[in-house]
Structures are given as structure tokens and as C-alpha cells.
């Protein structure tokens, strides 16, 4: 890895050039549609972060694709490709957090409009995909904070633009967010928020962690220094002081309007939600900021919702039953697939470890436990054990009326579906069919001019 030291989204870009992982967008590119076309091919070969340096109605650049391929997670968490999942489970422990640095000031207080003079047309919100319901913030970062116990809270909650001031807030009732709102005695009434856009990429992974503590915290223990938060300019709230972007505001979880559809991770236009509205009261900025912006639906929004947070999770759940059990989320699951890889030498294993994932987290729907010869981060490899080492009346297996995320599309609305484990090892005992083809890699460049 480089020596750089990332502590907010430029010194990112930056790192990202250094590393020939960004690619700077010179030509007039669409808002709505076209740059989010542009991000997903990028991210379907994995060909890096993109900076929009000239968006078409925009006065900012625009960025996206922070954290969209385990070797762009492996830049942004300082580590090599090999280990975000040791470096993802060193910073889920609690006991290494590390704890905010509030100061005085912040970048982003440079520029501020307040009160009747915020209009949200300043701000250059895409429309990400042709089904979409209008222009919806999906890159900022929620920062609220628990009334009762005071610890902050860090979450992604996809938000509509509705108005000069108005944003439909879309929010699990499960979430921490939420929570936080009924824990009052007036439920119903305003709740402050701070929307942070434009942020070091571990403020972003750490938003994406369900967790009891402060995710800052563990943004921190990424780190290894404390996060700078410096206070709302309308909100008593502490923001991250080296964000790009702040908008400020209050929830009103009483006054409700239809929000959506929107792309989501499950790769379909999600529903219309009856959603709590936000006042924003301030919007503030950068000296020449970037807008951030995560496609939905996409690698990136499933990287950061489903891979990183989740693998350390289930690795650990696996490991009681093969203590050298690995496991990948891969990306084009949606998040409710796991692969499970293992030097098998017991039949039964494969469907103790797939029964482990499906308890660690309620997303896992489907799992398939693969040999060490299986690449888990390539499809083809994985279809390929399916197709060869599978006997469909003997390798699946079922639980029905198991409960997973009330989103999964073939589960029913409380999320109760049918999860499904397949045995995709080599069963010798069955059959001794040899070893598998293989051929050495080759730099084609030597071959091909």
C-alpha cells in the first residue's frame, strides 16, 4: 500500500490517482441518467472511482464509486486486498475504537445559506436510474443523535427531493434513527438531523456497520486517530468537520408523503414508502466542493451495505464449526448470497457451515460452500463447482419459513421466505474423478502487441 494518509475525501482522490484507481472525467456528462450509467459500467470491470469534472447543470464535481470492488476497499482501509476482512474485523471490535475530536471550525462552514434562504436546486442530486422517483440523495451520510443516551449515530437513508426545503427521509423502523424518535416522550415531534456528503471513505464504511456504539468510533479505529466533528451551524448535533457538504434539518416522523420507487440493493425499483418529510433549515459548503453520490442498486451500495460489514460476521459464525473456513458476499448477490470455501474432510461440514451463515445474518438467504480450488471472487468459478460437483437431489438442502429481510424479493412482506444451501464440494466419495484443468497465468501483453 502507499504511504498516504487519507483524512477526508480529497486526500482519497488523491490517493486513488496515486494508486491508478480513479479515473477523471473530463467530457460534459448528464445529471440525470448518464453519469450513473458511466460509474456502473466502471464498476462492473472494476475500473476504479470516477471524479465528474464537468456536469452538465452542475456548479461542483461530482464524485462516486468510493468503496465498489474489494480492491477499492482495500485502498480506502489502508490494507492489502487479501486482509479488508482481518481489517474489517479488527475495527468491529469495540475495544478499539477511537474516540471524536470536536474543534471549533469546519471547511465546510465556509459557505452557509440558512432559513428561507435554502433552496435544494443549489445542490446537484442526480437521477440515478430510468425508474427512479425524482432526484434522491443516496451519498450522504446520516448523523443523528441518540436524546436519551447522547451516543451519535451514523446511517445511509435514501432521501427524495420534494421541495425548496423538503426531502421524503426514508427509514426502517428497526433502525437506529427511528428508535431514537420513538425513545421520546413526544414522538411526533421535530428531530434534528445532519445529512454529511463528501467524506474520507472510512466515514463511509463505518456508516454502513449496524452497531450499539458511535460508528465515528469505529471510523477512528480505521484510522487510527480520532474523527475532527465540529458542531451544526441550526443542529446540536457533532458533524464531520472535513465533509465536502452539510445539510442541516429537522424530521418531522408525523408528516408523511409517498417516497420512491428508487433502485435498490436487491436490484429491483423498490416500492413507494410512506415516509417522514425533513425540514432542511441550513446548507453548507466547501470552497470548491464535490457532491458525493452512491449509485443504487449497484456494487458500490452493496459493498458498503452488505460485503464489509457482514464477512467478518459470518467468517466468525463459520469458524466455530471449521475454525479455516473463509467466506465471500459477492457483490452480484445482492448481499443475500454467501460463498463459503473449505478444505472439505467431512461430508457433513458443508451443511453445518451454510446452516452458520444463514443464523449470522438474517440477509443470508443463500449460501454455497465451494473447495479450495474454487476462486469464490470469480462467478464463473463458483457457476462452474454448481454445474460439476453438485447433485441436486443430494447436495441442496432447505429451510423453510425462515426469516430474512423484509425487502428480499421472494420472501413475503415480514421477510419470511426459504433459505437454500448447496454442497458445491468435491465428493470423492462418490466419485474419484481426478484433478481439475488448470493453466499458469501469463502476461498477454508479452504476447500481444
Known amino acids: 500500500m502507499t504511504n498516504f494518509t487519507i483524512r477526508d ?3 482519497h482522490i488523491e490517493v486513488l490517482d496515486a494508486m491508478g484507481a480513479l479515473s477523471r472525467i473530463p467530457v460534459p456528462v448528464e445529471l440525470d441518467h448518464e453519469l450513473s450509467d458511466v460509474v456502473a459500467a466502471m464498476q462492473r470491470s472494476d475500473a476504479g472511482a470516477a471524479l465528474f469534472e464537468d456536469v452538465i447543470g452542475s456548479p461542483w464535481k461530482i464524485f462516486s464509486g468510493a468503496v465498489a470492488s474489494q480492491r477499492l476497499a482495500a485502498i480506502a482501509l489502508g490494507c492489502e486486498v487479501g ?3 482481518d ?6 471490535d469495540p475495544q478499539y475504537g477511537v474516540a471524536t475530536r470536536r474543534v471549533d471550525t469546519a471547511p465546510w462552514r465556509s459557505n452557509s445559506v440558512v432559513g428561507n434562504d435554502v433552496d435544494l436546486s443549489m445542490i446537484p442530486i442526480p437521477v440515478h436510474s430510468r425508474g427512479d422517483g425524482g432526484a434522491f440523495i443516496t451519498g450522504a451520510v446520516t448523523v443523528t443523535k441518540d436524546p436519551v443516551g447522547g451516543r451519535g449515530n451514523l446511517s445511509y437513508n435514501r432521501m427524495v427531493r420534494t421541495g425548496r426545503n423538503s426531502l421524503g427521509f426514508n427509514v426502517n423502523e428497526w433502525r437506529d434513527v427511528g428508535t ?3 425513545s421520546r416522550s413526544d414522538p411526533d415531534a421535530p428531530f434534528p438531523v445532519a445529512l454529511a456528503i463528501g467524506l474520507d471513505p472510512a466515514i463511509m464504511i463505518a456508516a454502513g456497520i449496524r452497531t450499539p456504539i458511535d460508528e465515528l468510533l469505529i471510523a477512528g479505529a480505521i484510522r487510527g486517530e480520532g474523527v475532527e466533528v465540529c458542531r451544526g451551524v441550526s443542529v446540536d448535533i457533532d458533524i464531520p468537520a472535513r465533509a465536502e457538504v452539510v445539510l442541516e434539518g429537522y424530521i418531522h416522523p408525523a408528516d408523511r408523503a409517498p417516497e420512491g420507487p428508487l433502485a435498490e440493493f436487491h436490484g429491483y425499483l423498490g416500492e413507494l414508502w410512506n415516509s417522514p418529510t425533513v425540514e432542511i433549515t441550513a446548507i453548507s459548503w466547501r470552497d470548491d466542493p464535490i457532491y ?3 449509485v443504487p442498486g449497484w456494487y458500490e451500495h452493496i459493498y458498503i451495505g452488505n460485503v464489509l460489514p457482514r464477512e467478518p460476521l459470518l467468517r466468525s459464525f463459520i469458524r466455530h464449526v ?8 459477492p457483490p452480484y448477490g445482492n448481499g443475500f448470497l454467501a460463498v463459503i470455501s473449505i478444505d472439505r474432510d467431512n461430508p457433513g461440514t458443508p451443511r453445518n457451515l451454510a446452516m452458520a451463515a444463514m443464523v449470522a445474518h438474517i440477509n443470508i438467504r443463500n449460501v454455497v460452500v465451494v ?8 462467478p464463473s468459478d463458483v457457476l462452474w463447482a454448481i454445474t460439476n460437483r453438485v447433485h441436486w437431489g443430494d447436495d441442496v438442502f432447505t429451510v423453510p419459513h425462515a426469516q430474512g429481510h423484509e425487502m428480499d424479493p421472494v420472501a413475503d412482506k415480514r421477510g419470511v421466505g426459504v433459505k437454500v444451501g448447496i ?10 474423478y481426478g484433478e481439475r484443468v488448470a493453466y499458469a497465468p501469463v502476461d498477454l501483453a508479452k504476447y500481444i502487441g
Open 9 to 11: 475525501l480529497r486526500s
Open 83 to 85: 486482509e479488508v476482512v
Open 87 to 92: 481489517r474489517m474485523a479488527h475495527v468491529l
Open 180 to 182: 431514537f424518535m420513538k
Open 292 to 294: 458525493q453520490t452512491i
Open 322 to 329: 471449521d475454525p479455516t473456513a473463509d467466506v465471500h458476499i
Open 371 to 378: 473447495d479450495r480450488d474454487v476462486d469464490v471472487s470469480q
Open 423 to 432: 454442497d458445491a464440494t468435491y465428493k470423492r466419495e462418490r466419485r474419484e
